[in-house]
C-alpha cells in the first residue's frame, strides 16, 4: 500500500478543528491505519487548538500528514515563530497547558521546526506497521496471508514474484476464497446466509475489542 503525504491549508477556528479531525479519521481508514485513528484525531485537535490559543484566531494554518518510515507523522504549520508550544507540568486544578501534555502522552516523539517564515509543530505515533508500505501484523491478517499463499485457484499477492497486483486483483483473489467457503458451506448443508451473519458479528467484535488492533471509536 502506497501511503502519500497529504496537507490541508484552514484556518484555525474551532469549527475547523471537527473538519480536520474527520478528514484524519477518512485518510487513516484509507491507508489502513484504523488502530491510531484515535490517537491522531486527539494530536490534530491539540495541535490545532494550540494555533487558535496562542497564535490567535482565524490564523492560516496547514496540517501535513506523512509517514516517517513505520510512524505516521502529523505536522501543524503556522507563521508565528515565537509563540513556542511547550510542555507544561499541569495538576488536577489547571485550566490551560494540557494540549501538549495529552500529545506527549499518546505520541513516540515530537518537537518544534522554526523556518524563517513558519513555526513547524509535529508529532509521530507508532502505527503497528511492518514496513512503511505494509500492513498491520494482526493475528487474523496473518492467518488470512498464510491461506492466500496455499490457496491454489488464486493469485496471492504472496505468490506474485517481483510483479506486485494492484488493489483490485489482490481484493478479488480475496473475494474468490470467500466465495468457495460459502460455496463449501452450503454443500455441508450450512446456512450460508447465517454464517455471514456471524463472521460479521465476530468481526465487529474482534474491531471493537482490538482483537486485530483496529477500533471502532465514534467519530467527532
Request: charged residues 25%; proline residues 5%; aromatic residues 4%.
Amino acid at each position: 500500500m502506497t501511503r502519500k503525504p497529504w496537507d490541508l491549508t484552514f484556518t484555525a477556528e474551532p469549527a475547523e478543528v471537527a473538519v480536520l479531525r474527520r478528514l484524519m479519521r477518512l485518510h487513516l481508514g484509507i491507508w489502513g491505519l484504523h488502530e491510531v485513528t484515535d490517537e491522531a484525531q486527539l494530536c490534530v485537535s491539540e495541535l490545532a487548538a494550540n494555533v487558535i490559543t496562542h497564535v490567535g484566531p482565524g490564523t492560516p494554518a496547514t496540517l501535513a500528514v506523512s509517514m516517517n518510515g513505520v510512524h505516521l507523522r502529523i505536522e501543524v504549520h503556522d507563521p508565528d515563530t515565537r509563540a513556542l508550544p511547550t510542555l507544561v507540568d499541569t495538576n488536577a486544578d489547571s485550566e490551560g497547558g494540557r494540549g501538549m501534555a495529552l500529545v506527549d502522552a499518546v505520541a513516540e516523539r515530537w518537537g518544534v521546526q522554526l523556518q524563517l517564515d513558519r513555526k513547524v509543530t509535529w508529532c509521530e505515533l507508532a502505527t503497528g506497521l511492518t514496513s512503511p508500505n505494509g500492513h498491520v501484523d494482526g493475528p487474523g491478517v496473518r492467518r488470512a496471508e498464510a491461506l492466500l499463499a496455499s490457496y491454489p485457484d488464486v493469485t496471492s499477492p504472496l505468490r506474485a514474484g517481483p510483479v506486485r497486483l494492484g488493489r483490485v486483483a489482490t481484493e478479488d483473489s480475496v473475494i474468490t476464497v470467500i466465495a468457495d467457503f460459502l460455496h463449501w458451506l452450503r454443500a455441508h448443508g450450512c446456512d450460508v446466509d447465517e454464517a455471514l451473519d456471524r463472521a460479521q458479528v465476530r468481526y465487529d467484535v474482534e474491531l471493537g475489542n482490538g482483537g486485530d488492533g483496529f477500533s471502532r471509536a465514534s467519530t467527532v
